[in-house]
């Protein structure tokens, strides 16, 4: 494929609100991305991810924009951003931006505009339909619960879609008038600088506009009807002019929230002409090791392995995946993917090994470097992500007990990545002066940034250590455009996969069993690269791996 300078991201994603405060509000701002950019660029990100920071009423935590142009003022004013876009291209890091145009905010001037005309010319950048039945048009469920329709204010028959929260009226994307508006928008922020985009909920721009109620699939009568406004056909028509109009013309990087792609359609997604730089790899995103129904890390870790050598096959080298373990929507990885006898400071270090050095591009979140752990609650009160609050109603609605649901709440709740940055060991870890938004988890005092900075053998050195191995100018090249081989595909713990062109054979073994495991080995080792032990243990045609060890090699 023909290189581009994005193919070499490790990107580095903020969840801004939660990352640092300076103002002593208690909510986190771009003057604190700015004040730890040397961080980031000593980690070894040349991307950073900013989750949405444009003007917002916060209903969704900034997915719900209320002017595209502006940035919201918890967050600061245009000028910190452009100052953190300066700031930050000293350092070779470019900055992407959350772009949310499945919906707008319904405090919006075009949706305030289109409340008082439904059927004018705003009217038509939004999704009106009249009910049907005295209902609404049809029993279409909103992802967040409840239905995908609301009426609208002062009409008896008329309804407004939404499939996300009631605050999040949908755009329609039919409506050429519409896109214009969202082109020339994204052209003014890359004439701004900036490096491109992360695209939210892109999958869902095209709807299928069927007014037909489905069989209900729930106890409220309602129907997710995900096909009906996931990935329908035509979708890829208008994700091409906006990616010919906009991101094509700025060498803009794009990565889309783009889940269930199929192999047909990996050429006109990722493809060499493809309408997104990079999609997210979400394959291994649904389960979670304390889920009863695995009982063991091992009988997650081979599913794991299984499903991201599946998503590469998918690819097969026609496109660059997303990979990542964390993200803002989902609960920390350590306690997603270890059982808690299997934590400790071996596996910790284990598994972002496991699909770093895939093909692809690769994304850290903030935390995650130092190894932050999800924060349960006591009581479903202590949340305050509306979702969650929707999930558990759903669950009780369900006939589950108010423990059951807290239960599998604590376990799956994307709140747990959104606490706030552990950065040292003083009050509310150094996040803030203030009463922070959202609780500090209260392990500050023992896992923070400041403290593993000041150890040599801590998980933040190891991640610098291995940003630094796939940096490394001799094997980058592999690393990004290499042959992707899986190896010991059948041994229960164990992913191990070779990256080799011809100029490196590349070596990654990591294990999550507890007693480790020796396996056949044939390679001559040219030098080790990266290891969570001091030794590498080869003889008489083998390799002894230690308990959760992983290892990258070049070989000969």
């Known amino acids: 494929m023909e290189k581009k300078w994005w193919h070499k991201t490790v990107g580095y994603q903020i969840y801004p609100k939660s990352f640092q405060d300076t103002n002593g509000d208690g909510i986190g701002d771009l003057k604190g991305v700015i004040r730890h950019l040397d961080q980031i660029e000593k980690l070894g990100a040349n991307v950073i991810w900013l989750c949405p920071v444009f003007a917002s009423p916060m209903v969704d935590n900034g997915y719900d924009i209320s002017d595209y142009m502006d940035i919201d003022p918890s967050f600061g004013t245009m000028e910190d951003m452009k100052e953190l876009i300066a700031e930050a291209k000293k350092r070779g890091i470019r900055i992407l931006m959350d772009l949310v145009v499945n919906h707008s905010s319904d405090q919006h001037a075009w949706f ?87 695209l939210d909920a892109i999958s869902h721009l095209k709807k299928n506009y069927q007014y037909t109620n489905l069989p209900p699939d729930g106890p409220d009568e309602y129907n997710l009807a995900f096909q009906y406004f996931n990935n329908v056909d035509g979708l890829a028509d208008i994700l091409r002019e906006m990616k010919e109009r906009t991101f094509a013309p700025t060498d803009a990087l794009t990565i889309g929230e783009y889940d269930q792609m199929k192999p047909e359609d990996v050429e006109d997604v990722i493809g060499e002409n493809g309408n997104f730089s990079s999609v997210f790899d979400f394959c291994h995103t649904f389960d979670n090791v304390r889920d009863p129904k695995w009982g063991s890390t091992v009988a997650l870790f081979d599913e794991y392995r299984d499903q991201l050598f599946a998503a590469q096959k998918i690819v097969n080298g026609r496109g660059m995946l997303c990979n990542f373990l964390e993200n803002h929507d989902k609960p920390r990885s350590i306690d997603r993917f270890l059982m808690p006898e299997d934590q400790n400071c071996y596996s910790e270090k284990m598994l972002p090994v496991t699909n770093f050095f895939l093909p692809g591009i690769v994304f850290l979140y903030q935390g995650q470097e130092i190894g932050m752990r999800d924060d349960p609650k006591q009581s479903i009160h202590e949340f305050v992500d509306k979702p969650t609050f929707a999930i558990y109603d759903r669950m009780i609605a369900e006939g589950k007990t108010d423990a059951e649901a807290l239960e599998q709440i604590n376990r799956e709740s994307r709140e747990h990545s959104r606490t706030p940055m552990q950065w040292d060991g003083t009050a509310e870890a150094g996040f803030t002066t203030g009463t922070p938004w959202f609780p500090v988890n209260q392990n500050y005092t023992e896992l923070n940034y400041e403290k593993q900075e000041s150890d040599p053998d801590s998980l933040l050195h190891f991640y610098r250590k291995m940003v630094s191995v796939r940096k490394r100018e001799d094997l980058e090249d592999t690393f990004v455009y290499g042959e992707l081989i899986p190896e010991y595909e059948n041994e229960s713990g164990i992913l191990a996969y070779r990256r080799k062109d011809e100029k490196n054979n590349l070596l990654i073994l990591t294990t999550s069993l507890e007693n480790g495991k020796t396996l056949s080995f044939s390679d001559e080792i040219a030098e080790v690269l990266l290891n969570n032990y001091e030794e590498c243990l080869v003889k008489n045609g083998t390799i002894q791996l230690q308990p959760y060890q992983c290892i990258v090699l070049k070989v000969r």
């Open 112 to 198: 305030q505009a289109a409340l008082k005309d439904p059927f004018g010319k705003y009217g038509k950048y939004y999704v009106f339909q009249e009910g049907k039945d005295g209902k609404e048009p049809n029993n279409w469920r909103s992802i967040f619960g409840g239905s995908a329709w609301e009426k609208v204010p002062g009409y008896d028959n008329l309804y407004y879609l939404h499939i996300f929260t009631k605050e999040q009226p949908d755009l329609n994307w039919e409506n050429q008038e519409l896109r214009e508006e969202i082109y020339d928008m994204i052209l003014k922020w890359m004439d701004l600088g900036l490096g491109g985009f992360r």
